[in-house]
């Protein structure tokens, strides 16, 4: 089956820095990948997500990259905000099943 | 649109008894449904996937006896935990698709349920 790992596990940043997460996959079949966002005992929100056959989809001070060649995609949060500190999840979905990776608690420091 | 309720969202239980969360879809038709356990500081664990009208699809390692998948209609899927126990604590989560060919697999997720096996 499909295996995502994402890194770092952790990322601490100033407010007003980038952040950058990264995540690798296996099945080379994986055609749909979400980032969500998980604040504490919420429900994962969808930020953004890319196809297969887009290589780099920005919103707003989100964007995410992806390389099929390579087998990763990354997420990219500009100008960071207090309220951006959460769990970040990537996931890879080959058909309706998503594979989440283990997550990354941002932090954003004021 | 695609808000999907989940009742009820905490639960307190005994050991050794039964409960069972309720998965609604409220604006749309959820041909597959999605559930999900959380523990703390990890990642969504996949524990089985429901087709309306059929049986559940479990992934390796959850017990399909112990955790009991009905999804009735298209619109609402339930699990039960049976004879839960303390190790069964943690966040459940449902989430639906529409399986629409192009959709690329969007699921759209529950607040969740917040179970505790004293």
């Known amino acids: 089956g499909e295996n995502v790992e994402q890194h770092p596990s952790t990322l601490s940043v100033q407010e007003g820095d980038s952040a950058v997460i990264k995540c690798t996959y296996s099945?080379?079949?994986?055609?749909?990948f979400p980032w969500y966002k998980q604040e504490l005992g919420k429900r994962p929100q969808l930020i953004i997500d890319i196809r297969s056959n887009v290589g780099e989809k920005k919103d707003q001070r989100i964007a995410v990259t992806l390389n099929k060649t390579a087998k990763h995609f990354s997420l990219h949060i500009t100008e960071t905000q207090p309220e951006d500190s959460a769990v970040y999840f990537c996931a890879a979905s080959h058909g309706y099943k998503l594979s989440f990776g283990a997550g990354t608690t941002v932090t954003v420091r004021a | 649109g695609a808000v999907v309720s989940q009742h009820p969202s905490r639960v307190i239980c005994k050991s050794g008894t039964s409960v069972k969360i309720e998965c609604r879809s409220l604006d749309f038709q959820a041909t597959t449904m999605f559930w999900y356990r959380q523990f703390p500081k990890q990642s969504l664990m996949l524990m089985a996937t429901?087709?309306?009208?059929?049986?559940?699809?479990?992934e390796q390692g959850v017990e399909k006896d112990k955790f009991l998948i009905n999804h009735a209609s298209l619109t609402l899927s339930t699990l039960t935990v049976t004879s839960a126990h303390p190790e069964d604590s943690s966040f459940y989560i449902c989430?639906?698709?529409?399986?629409?060919?192009?959709?690329?697999?969007?699921?759209?997720f529950g607040p969740g349920t917040r179970l505790t096996v004293l």
């Open positions: 989430s639906a698709s529409t399986g629409l060919t192009g959709t690329y697999g969007e699921q759209f």
């Open positions: 099945d080379s079949a994986s055609n749909y």
């Open positions: 429901s087709n309306e009208g059929s049986k559940a699809t479990y």
